[in-house]
């Protein structure tokens, strides 16, 4: 492969020329003169610059960044990780402060940054103080009142969110939204979230959201910033609108850490636009439920019919057994009596023939005893016959044997 060609730049002389005028230069020219004329003049020379910190940090390298902010303007500044530790002051964002270090111009990028030596507390921020006076008056006129606060619907059938179309934050709650249940709708209501007209662009989108019939729950929500941008969460008028709002209201603004005074107001606060999804029911944990639910409920069902069937069982077969005994008994009765008449009846009968078949035998046994009788008589008989003639034998031989 061949080398790649060298820019080229048009010579200085040939500007110059092409311009007609001597005063060209270039941008890191510009910046180096600026930034000796920064570093070296000393109408800018100070011992200490005064502001509220805002947009507080620790860089990945250990160093320590923030902005002074006073009147609108502001200055950033940087203590090196190696003077950390001589600093007395615990930072935080919203503290006034006085800032001993010297101005350094960052020629690449084209700005001034304080790069600081110490940190002195001088007390509560100006924007710090009309935080506290503005709580103090939503305070004093109900509007952090907890009775005040509307409750979320449990199962909301569509969203309206308040936010930048083009934020990572509406993309957050969409995704925290729908990743719990898919199934909602998501209305978004664009918005700008900082700068000069934020306050009444975020007025007007969460009124259009509250004019919507079908919207169930609004979310005013925007990613983390400093906090200047984010101070526009704690203006009075925004806080009002958002306590008039009939359609209840969830507020998510900046981190975790990030509070503001329209979280107070709103009927619900969640911590970041990820964190939006926490006001919808989870699909799955529903499903799970309906799951356990359904088995309870087949459980005491079955319980139930089973229970009831042995509570019936019980009843018909003592019902049963009541009217078994009570036709048996009377079944009984009857047929006692029918019993009694038919043996009766058979006993006559039998009697009767008992009494035929008597006589028929007394008749028999004397017909018996008679030919009996008869016949000892008839045997007699002829034993004697037999006896006569044998002695009449005896006779003819005892006469005739003499001779």
């Known amino acids: 492969m061949g080398s790649e060609p060298e820019p080229t730049h048009t010579s200085l002389e040939t500007l110059q020329e092409a311009l007609q005028t001597e005063r060209i230069t270039y941008v890191d020219t510009l910046n180096e003169d600026i930034g000796a004329v920064v570093e070296s003049a000393d109408q800018l020379a100070f011992d200490y610059v005064v502001g509220d910190v805002s947009d507080y940090g620790v860089s990945s390298n250990d160093h320590v960044h923030l902005d002074l902010v006073h009147e609108g303007s502001t200055v950033h500044c940087v203590l090196f990780g190696y003077k950390r530790s001589t600093i007395d002051t615990t930072i935080e964002d919203g503290m006034q402060v006085a800032v001993k270090g010297s101005l350094s111009y960052y020629e690449d990028g084209g700005n001034v940054s304080v790069i600081v030596e110490d940190i002195v507390a001088v007390g509560e921020g100006t924007y710090q103080q009309i935080y506290e006076q503005n709580r103090e008056l939503l305070d004093s006129d109900g509007l952090l009142d907890p009775e005040h606060k509307q409750a979320l619907p449990d199962f909301p059938e569509r969203i309206g969110i308040?936010?930048?179309?083009?934020?990572?934050?509406?993309?957050?709650?969409?995704?925290?939204?729908?990743?719990?249940?898919?199934?909602?709708?998501?209305?978004?209501?664009?918005?700008?979230?900082?700068?000069?007209?934020?306050?009444?662009?975020?007025?007007?989108?969460?009124?259009?959201?509250?004019?919507?019939?079908?919207?169930?729950?609004?979310?005013?929500?925007?990613?983390?910033?400093?906090?200047?941008?984010?101070?526009?969460?704690?203006?009075?008028?925004?806080?009002?609108?958002?306590?008039?709002?009939?359609?209840?209201?969830v507020v998510g603004v900046g981190h975790e850490n990030d509070r503001t005074?329209?979280?107070?107001?709103?009927?619900?606060?969640?911590?970041?636009?990820?964190?939006?999804?926490?006001?919808?029911?989870?699909?799955?944990?529903?499903?799970?439920?309906?799951?356990?639910?359904?088995?309870?409920?087949?459980?005491?069902?079955?319980?139930?019919?089973?229970?009831?069937?042995?509570?019936?069982?019980?009843?018909?077969?003592?019902?049963?057994?009541?009217?078994?005994?009570?036709?048996?008994?009377?079944?009984?009765?009857?047929?006692?009596?029918?019993?009694?008449?038919?043996?009766?009846?058979?006993?006559?009968?039998?009697?009767?023939?008992?009494?035929?078949?008597?006589?028929?035998?007394?008749?028999?046994?004397?017909?018996?005893?008679?030919?009996?009788?008869?016949?000892?008589?008839?045997?007699?008989?002829?034993?004697?016959?037999?006896?006569?003639?044998?002695?009449?034998?005896?006779?003819?031989?005892?006469?005739?044997?003499?001779?």
């Not at 209501?189 to 609004?218: F, K, R, W, Y």
């Not at 799951?291 to 229970?307: F, G, K, P, Q, S």
């Open 162 to 249: 308040a936010t930048s179309a083009t934020s990572d934050a509406r993309m957050d709650a969409i995704t925290s939204v729908h990743e719990r249940y898919p199934d909602v709708d998501i209305v978004i209501q664009n918005t700008s979230v900082q700068g000069d007209d934020a306050m009444m662009s975020i007025m007007g989108a969460i009124s259009e959201l509250d004019d919507d019939p079908l919207i169930d729950v609004i979310v005013l929500t925007r990613g983390g910033g400093s906090d200047k941008h984010l101070r526009v969460f704690n203006e009075t008028p925004l806080c009002r609108v958002i306590h008039k709002t009939e359609t209840p209201i």
């Open 261 to 403: 005074l329209a979280d107070e107001v709103a009927d619900r606060r969640v911590m970041t636009p990820t964190e939006v999804g926490n006001i919808v029911p989870d699909r799955t944990t529903l499903d799970a439920e309906l799951d356990t639910l359904e088995e309870r409920l087949n459980t005491a069902y079955t319980a139930t019919v089973e229970t009831t069937l042995e509570t019936m069982d019980d009843r018909l077969t003592h019902a049963y057994r009541r009217t078994a005994e009570s036709d048996l008994s009377s079944f009984e009765g009857e047929l006692d009596r029918a019993y009694d008449t038919h043996v009766r009846d058979v006993l006559t009968d039998l009697e009767n023939r008992l009494e035929q078949a008597r006589t028929q035998y007394d008749q028999e046994r004397k017909r018996k005893q008679e030919a009996t009788a008869y016949r000892r008589q008839r045997r007699r008989l002829l034993l004697v016959l037999l006896a006569l003639g044998l002695l009449v034998v005896a006779l003819l031989l005892y006469i005739l044997l003499p001779l």
